[in-house]
């Protein structure tokens, strides 16, 4: 088949209506840009998304995969939950570690629980709950999901080899496909935030917000890593994933919207054949 498309997103939880609270007006820029992505990929829908989040199990020197039957996750605020179960899509995960592993790339299989059956439900992280809360809403037709976890330890080449493995997996499936890199950029815009303040917070998504404009991922990862430091983005690593797989996968970049209506910055973008 084929990828059908693919997207950059924030995991901001406050862009959940339910969770907003009073930052609800603070974030609706984001909650709209997640919106219209959404809309914009709702033509072709997959059967599986392979998600890349930053905040998943990490094993270090390694792309973590989702590998049990089911993920559940709960998201919580402003006196709300919501909670999300999904399946796991094990066969194109098991395709992913294979053949990134057959390109001398660790890809460890992870699974929680029971070995087999409803129990055997790996803990979903909020870098793909708020994603798919806007693209694929939990349900008996939902897409099933893949979930993958790099180490930062991995050089930006390294995950970018990575993602051209995730689009020849993927390409060989029948069925149609889909790739999120979930990112959130600089989070070091406020001096209250739990990360402090820096100017190259500012200078970062700057930078990031020319590139996805520009359609050139790849420029990305040349930054000093000194200034990556220092701006303390989460978004990298699964763009530099989504920047290997677009050199097997031709789709066309779409830029939606940019906004930091906290102390971190958030873009959602989509890729369109």
């Known amino acids: 088949m084929s990828v059908v498309w693919a997207a950059i997103l924030p995991h901001g939880g406050q862009a959940i ?5 009073d930052l609800a007006e603070r974030f609706r820029p984001t909650r709209e840009g997640l919106q219209t992505a959404a809309q914009a990929v709702a033509t072709l829908p997959p059967t599986t998304i392979v998600i890349a989040t930053p905040h998943g199990i990490r094993a270090e020197g390694g792309v973590s995969i989702s590998a ?12 709300a939950r919501v ?3 999904y399946r796991v899509d094990v066969k194109t995960a098991r395709a992913i570690a294979a053949n990134a592993r057959s390109h001398g790339l660790d890809a460890p299989l992870l699974a929680y629980g029971a070995s087999s059956g409803p129990h055997s439900c790996l803990p979903m992280d909020w870098g793909v709950q708020v ?3 806007f693209l694929a809403p939990p349900g008996e037709d939902a897409p099933a999901v893949v979930s993958l976890c790099p ?10 080899r990575f993602g051209e493995a995730v689009a020849e997996t993927l ?5 149609p496909m889909a790739f999120v890199a979930s990112a959130d950029l600089a989070h070091a815009h406020q001096a209250s935030g739990p990360y402090g303040y820096h100017p190259a917070a500012r200078e970062m998504d700057a930078a990031i917000v020319r590139h996805v404009q520009d359609d050139r ?11 990556i430091a220092d701006a303390k983005p989460d978004a990298l690593w699964q763009m530099a994933i989504l920047a290997g797989l677009r050199r097997r996968v031709r789709l066309k970049s779409r830029f939606i919207a940019y906004d930091c209506p906290t102390y971190f910055g958030m873009l959602s973008a989509c890729y369109l054949p």
């Open 151 to 160: 180490s930062r330890l991995l050089s930006f080449d390294d995950l970018a």
């Open 171 to 175: 390409l060989e499936r029948p069925e």
């Open 83 to 85: 909670v999300a179960r």
């Open 17 to 21: 209506p339910e969770l907003a609270g």
């Open 217 to 227: 991922l790849d420029d990305l990862f040349s930054l000093d890593p000194g200034f």
């Open 68 to 79: 049990s039957e089911y993920t559940e996750g709960v998201l919580a605020g402003a006196g």
């Open 131 to 133: 994603p798919l809360y």
